[in-house]
T-cell receptor, first 112, second 114 residues
Framework: GESVGLHLPTLSVQEGDNSIINCAYSNSASDYFIWYKQESGKGPQFIIDIRSNMDKRQGQRVTVLLNKTVKHLSLQIAATQPGDSAVYFCAEGGSGTYKYIFGTGTRLKVLA | KAGVTQTPRYLIKTRGQQVTLSCSPISGHRSVSWYQQTPGQGLQFLFEYFSETQRNKGNFPGRFSGRQFSNSRSEMNVSTLELGDSALYLC?????????????FGPGTRLTVT
């Protein structure tokens, strides 16, 4: 079942290229930031997180960058694959809580 | 380990009715959070429960309530349903106390109010 907005910003990327998804967050006091991936009909899936005392964190094929000066978060996906097609959300929250504020989401389309 | 399960997966109700949704967290997880997802408002935090206590609450009217049982299973209730309550309701569980902020989401319950 369709579970996300129909009019999300869309990023179309050629298979094998790198993808960069951006997010502006709202609360300068947020301590924790997470990127989620949501495929159609499924709940969001954790990708990677970063604490506010870090600027960069790397995972498997993904890198998250945090710029606290301009309250900006980005997710870089290396060598994008068809299975990466999904909606990506950033979320911000405070330490010691699971109350997260989610961004509006970006739809990533991988072109073969 | 089994993932987060939510029941029912789909539900159709009429305005004015009330509904109860259920969530079973991953075994050993003590924190359960609920979110509402709509095309217009996106993902919005409803509330979080930990050890049977509501630890955080979002900006939703009192018609939305929840509870958590001693086995960490959680239910949320919406009374006097309105058309605008039509949404995907997501439950997420977290181990808590480990320093990780990772949340594991269930597939959601799709509620349609007619």
């Amino acid at each position: 079942g369709e579970s996300v907005g129909l009019h999300l910003p869309t990023l179309s990327v050629q298979e094998g290229d790198n993808s960069i998804i951006n997010c502006a967050y709202s609360n300068s006091a947020s301590d924790y930031f997470i990127w989620y991936k949501q495929e159609s009909g499924k709940g969001p899936q954790f990708i990677i997180d970063i604490r506010s005392n870090m600027d960069k964190r790397q995972g498997q094929r993904v890198t998250v960058l945090l710029n606290k000066t301009v309250k900006h978060l980005s997710l870089q996906i290396a060598a994008t694959q068809p299975g990466d097609s999904a909606v990506y959300f950033c979320a911000e929250g405070g330490s010691g809580t699971y109350k997260y504020i989610f961004g509006t989401g970006t739809r990533l389309k991988v072109l073969a | 380990k089994a993932g987060v399960t939510q029941t029912p997966r789909y539900l159709i109700k009429t305005r004015g009715q009330q509904v109860t949704l259920s969530c079973s967290p991953i075994s050993g997880h003590r924190s359960v959070s609920w979110y509402q997802q709509t095309p217009g408002q996106g993902l919005q935090f409803l509330f979080e429960y930990f050890s049977e206590t509501q630890r955080n609450k979002g900006n939703f009217p009192g018609r939305f309530s929840g509870r958590q049982f001693s086995n960490s299973r959680s239910e949320m209730n919406v009374s006097t349903l309105e058309l605008g309550d039509s949404a995907l309701y997501l439950c997420a569980s977290s181990p808590s106390g480990t320093g990780s902020h990772e949340q594991y989401f269930g597939p959601g319950t799709r509620l349609t109010v007619t």
